[in-house]
C-alpha cells in the first residue's frame, strides 16, 4: 500500500506535474515526473480513465500501479511528483507487464528532467 503522505490528492499537484514535468510513455502508460520542486516526501498520483474499462477493471489496474509505486517511492528524491496515466490496453496487461512499463517510463522521464 502507498502510504498517505505518498500520495497525490489536489487537482493542483496533478496539474502542475503534468504541466511542467517530463512525460514518457509506452502503449499501456505514461509517466509524467517533476523532479524537486520542495522538501516533502515524493507524491505518486494516478489517473485511470473509463477507456481503461469498467469499475473493476480500472480499480484492478489503479492497485497494481498503486502497488508498484509503493515498492518504488522511496527510491524518488525528496519532492518530486510522478502522475501515472493508464491507457487503455493496461487493462489487459499483466502486474510485470504494467511494472516493466512503468519503471521503464519513470526512468526514461526522470533522465529527461533532468536535461531540462
Not at 522538501?39 to 505518486?44: G, H, K, T
Not at 485511470?48 to 515498492?71: E, M, T
Not at 518530486?80 to 502486474?95: G, I, M
Amino acid at each position: 500500500m502507498l502510504p498517505a503522505q505518498h500520495r497525490m490528492r489536489r487537482g493542483d499537484e496533478f496539474a502542475d506535474a503534468i504541466r511542467f514535468g517530463a512525460r514518457s510513455g509506452t502503449p499501456r502508460v505514461v509517466v509524467h515526473y517533476r523532479g524537486s520542486t520542495r522538501a516533502d516526501p515524493a507524491r505518486v498520483g494516478f489517473v485511470v480513465s473509463k477507456a481503461v474499462g469498467g469499475a473493476v477493471q480500472r480499480n484492478l489496474v489503479k492497485r497494481r500501479l498503486r502497488a508498484i509505486s509503493a515498492a518504488r517511492v522511496q527510491a524518488l528524491p525528496a519532492g518530486s511528483s510522478v502522475v501515472v496515466r493508464a491507457l487503455a490496453p493496461a487493462a489487459a496487461a499483466t502486474y510485470p507487464e504494467l511494472e516493466r512499463d512503468m519503471v521503464r517510463c519513470l526512468d526514461r522521464s526522470a533522465r529527461a528532467e533532468v536535461k531540462r
